[in-house]
């Protein structure tokens, strides 16, 4: 079967840094994807990583491991803005199908 | 300005009408998406396009129509066939690169509810 794990919800402080695990079970792996999506908004794309290892891309950084099934976006220095759903999503091979997992609702708090 | 535009915002029906959803894209992607999101639920695939004249079924496709005659539009319909069509109804779209890895394009949504 095709799965994507990643917690439910998260609470931060203003600051901080959170990071967000995503864990995967999928037939096939062509890459992972994460999207911030704010109440009620589009899903925007955040960062896409293909191959094993760390994407810093300002704030936020994504790491992947293929073997371990695994990845986690890390955001540094929390804005109450960054108060949103961060989506977990998985491209398959072979077609078009992208997996989305139900997204961590992140809580920034001052 | 590129985008993907989708409309209305909030959609209201009565149980057993048929509702057409709208989506435009001005980006020149040649694959567009329709999703179906519902409250602690990713994203579900009902129907994707990789080229005019030409879509698939996703996950839930049963109660769902769609066309794709232009490049631009590719509008959703909600048949009185679907059993439970309240939903948050997202468009995408990406351009056809590298298949499953293209990043996709989202845009505003639709609220539906019916009553």
């Known amino acids: 079967g095709q799965n994507i794990d990643q917690p439910t919800e998260m609470t931060a402080t203003e600051g901080a840094i959170v990071q967000i695990n995503c864990t995967y079970q999928t037939s096939g792996f062509n890459g992972l994807f994460w999207y911030q999506q704010h109440a009620g908004e589009a899903p925007t794309f955040l960062s896409y990583n293909v191959l094993d290892g760390l994407e810093e891309k300002g704030r936020f950084s994504s790491f992947l491991s293929r073997s371990k099934g695994y990845s986690y976006l890390l955001l540094k220095e929390l804005q109450m803005k960054d108060s949103a759903s961060y989506l977990c999503?998985?491209?398959?091979?072979?077609?078009?199908?992208?997996?989305f997992g139900a997204g961590t609702r992140l809580f920034v708090k001052a | 300005d590129g985008g993907i535009t989708q409309s209305p915002k909030y959609l209201f029906r009565k149980e057993g009408q048929n509702v057409t959803l709208s989506c435009e894209q001005n980006?020149?992607?040649?694959?567009m998406y329709w999703y179906r999101q519902d409250p602690g639920q990713g994203l579900r695939l009902i129907y994707y396009s990789q080229i005019v004249n030409d879509f698939q079924k996703g996950d839930i496709a049963e109660g769902y129509s769609v066309s794709r005659e232009k490049k631009e539009s590719f509008p959703l319909t909600v048949t009185s066939a679907q059993k439970n069509p309240t939903a948050f109804y997202l468009c995408?779209?990406?351009?056809?690169?590298?298949?499953?890895?293209?990043?996709?394009?989202f845009g505003p949504g639709t609220r539906l509810t019916v009553l």
């Open positions: 995408a779209s990406s351009p056809v690169e590298r298949g499953s890895t293209d990043t996709q394009y």
């Open positions: 999503a998985v491209g398959s091979t072979g077609g078009f199908k992208t997996i």
């Open positions: 980006l020149n992607h040649d694959a």
